[in-house]
């Protein structure tokens, strides 16, 4: 049954992905309202099947890579309607709900799988691990897109092209600021994931397994936002660099959700 609900919340995700495609197209402000109302309802449709979902499993359902789908999507969701207040110009969501709506749908055609069991996954530490990670899996996500939209802007401007989705943009400076937002707020979240992990593997393993395939990966996305930020802080560097940085940092996130579904040999299976 929940697997159901799950396609419905795919299909208003798709509805507020093709309404913000029309308010990109035609610029009419109703598209976009239409959209914000839609995305509402699906996040608390959504947050309303995350809550039973716990509820009848008695931990946080996060424990496989199906459930991390679905909870991203609805963390991609709500974190929409914190960053498109920062960029103004109302363009972000035609990119972002796409792959919302494909995490979603992936999500719940995978929701009977079988999932890890544990009772460490009844304890508070998993549920703030989980958390953490996937919402600063989120803030990097979105850090992704705003690197490919300034980095396409960059390059019209160099051509000197001005399209309607030109005309649909922020600004660069917008542009590369909630950029650099997007990965502070990210990096703080994963900073979370990674040290409630470190106390769960101590539990687990009784060593930290840095050499897991997965732990190994988030370290080094950890590490590349790390220098992402010295580099834009401390070296002051702008614009082009670092969104290219986001870009790479976003291939990563995918090698670790890949290596998480296909390697068996990761101890990490949850």
């Known amino acids: 049954m929940l697997m159901y609900f799950g396609l419905i919340v795919s299909l208003f995700y798709l509805g507020v992905a093709l309404f913000h495609i029309l308010f990109v197209i035609k610029g009419i402000i109703q598209f976009y309202k239409a959209a914000f109302i839609l995305n509402l309802s699906a996040i608390i449709i959504h947050t309303v099947l995350f809550l039973i979902r716990w509820f009848l499993e008695k931990k946080v359902p996060l ?21 498109d207040r920062r960029v103004k110009k109302k363009v972000l969501g035609s990119f972002a ?5 494909v995490f979603q749908l992936i999500s719940s055609f995978g929701s009977r799988i079988n999932t890890f069991e544990s009772d460490i996954l009844r304890l508070p530490v998993f549920g703030v691990h989980t958390i953490t990670s996937i919402a600063g899996y989120g803030f990097f996500i979105y850090s992704m897109i705003l690197g490919i939209l300034y980095l396409y802007l960059f390059y019209e401007l160099k051509q000197k092209r001005f399209n309607r989705l030109f005309d649909r943009l922020p600004s660069l400076e917008t542009l590369d600021k909630t950029n650099g937002f997007c990965v502070i707020i990210g990096l703080g979240l994963l900073s979370i994931g990674i040290a409630t992990g470190s106390v769960m593997a101590l539990k687990i393993w009784k060593v930290f397994p840095l050499l897991d395939p997965k732990i190994f990966l988030s370290v080094v996305l950890w590490f590349i936002c790390l220098v992402h930020i010295i580099f834009r802080y401390v070296l002051r560097w702008k614009g082009k660099s670092m969104s290219l940085f ?22 990490h299976r949850f």
């Open 97 to 101: 709900f796409i792959l919302i709506f």
């Open 63 to 83: 424990t496989s890579v199906f459930h991390a789908f679905s909870f991203l999507a609805l963390i991609l969701a709500i974190l929409y309607l914190i960053i």
């Open 246 to 267: 986001s870009i790479i940092s976003f291939v990563l996130i995918l090698i670790i959700f890949m290596v998480e579904t296909f390697t068996l040999q990761t101890l």
